[in-house]
C-alpha cells in the first residue's frame, strides 16, 4: 500500500501536480492529484505498459475520495512546438502523427477500449530523444457499449468532439476527432491531409474513421507506405517493458539464435551459409509480418485488419508465400554455387 509518506515534494505546480521523488528507490516522478477520474483507466494503465504512455507507478485514494497518481517523469516540448514549425518536413511531421496514432490504438484496444477525451496538443509530449507520449487521462473514461452519453462531459473546447457535450457517448471516434482537429492546423497547405482530417473530424462520428488504426493506415497509404517505417528498437517483446514479456521476449530470441548458429544443411560451407543467410530472412520477416516491427509489411492486404481472425489468417499466408521464395532463391542459389564450383 502506497501513501504520501514514501514521496518527497522537490517542486509545486499547483494543487493538481507536483514533482516528487520516491524515497525507496530515488526516483523523480510526477504527483497528480485527481478530483474527476476513472480508476479502472488507471488499473489498466498501471499493468499494461507502452511506450507512449507514462508508467503509472503508484496510484490510491486520499481522505477526500481524490484520486492520488505516480507516474514517470516526461519532459520534452508539447505537441504545438511541433504543429507550428513551419520549416518541419511533412513528413517528418506526419511520422510524428503516426506514433500518436499508434500510441492511441494501444488505448483503444484494450478489452475495455479506453477513451482519452481531453487530447490536445498540450497533452501530448516529444522528448529530446524524438519519444511521443500522451499525458492526462483524469478526463479519460472506460467505453460503455450499453451506455447512451458520457456521464460527465470532459474535454477541450476547439479539439473535443461534439458527443462529449452530451450528443452521445463518446468512442475512439472523438480522440479521431481531436486528431483531424490537430491535423487541420499542422498542415495548411497540404490538401491532400486537410481532406483526411476534414473526414476526421466530421460532425457526426459515423462519417469519421472508426478509430486511430484506421486512420494511422489511410494517412501511410495516401501519403507515402515508408511514413510507416518504425524504428527497429526496441525489438517485440521489449516495446511494452513488460517484464514478463521481456522475459519471453529474451527466451525466444536466444532460442532462435541457438538454432540459426547450429543449422547444418550441408557439408559444403557455402552452402550452408547459403540456407543459414535464408533461414535468418525467415524467421526476420516472419516476425516482422507477425508483430508489425519495422511497419514495411504493413501495407499488405488485411495484415492490419480490425478483425483478429481475417488478420491472422493473411499473416500466416504472406509468412508462407515468404517461405516459398526464399526456397526458390536458396535453390537457384544453390545451382549456380554447384554451377561454379563444377559439381
Known sequence: MHNMSEYRELYHYDDKRSLVIDEKTGDVCMMKRLLHYDESVYAYLSSNKNIHVPAILAYWKDDNNNLIVIEEFVQGNTFDVLINDRTMPDKTKLNYFLELLDGLAFLHSAPNPIIHR????????????????????????????????????????????????????????????????????????????????????????????????????????????????KSLFPPPGFRSRTLWKMILATIAYIYLISIMIGFHASDDPMINTACQIMAVLLIIISIDICTSWSGIFDVLPF?????????????????????????????????????????
Open 118 to 229: 481531453d487530447l490536445k496538443p498540450s497533452n501530448i509530449m516529444v522528448t529530446e530523444k524524438g519519444e511521443l507520449y500522451i499525458l492526462d487521462y483524469d478526463a479519460a473514461k472506460i467505453y460503455k457499449p450499453d451506455s447512451s452519453g458520457d456521464t460527465t462531459y470532459l474535454g477541450t473546447d476547439g479539439v473535443a468532439a461534439p458527443e462529449q457535450y452530451g450528443f452521445m457517448q463518446s468512442d475512439p471516434r472523438s480522440d479521431v476527432y481531436a486528431v483531424g482537429k490537430m491535423l487541420m492546423a499542422a498542415f495548411p497547405n497540404n490538401a491532400r491531409i486537410q481532406k483526411i482530417a476534414a473526414k476526421a473530424s466530421s460532425f457526426d462520428p459515423n462519417n469519421r474513421y472508426t478509430d486511430a488504426r484506421e486512420l494511422s493506415d489511410v494517412l501511410s497509404r495516401r501519403i507515402s507506405p515508408n511514413l510507416k517505417l
Open 303 to 343: 495484415v492490419t485488419h480490425k478483425n483478429f481472425f481475417l488478420r491472422s489468417l493473411f499473416k500466416l499466408i504472406f509468412i508462407i508465400c515468404t517461405f516459398i521464395v526464399l526456397v526458390i532463391i536458396a535453390s537457384m542459389i544453390l545451382v549456380m554455387i554447384k554451377y561454379a564450383t563444377g559439381q
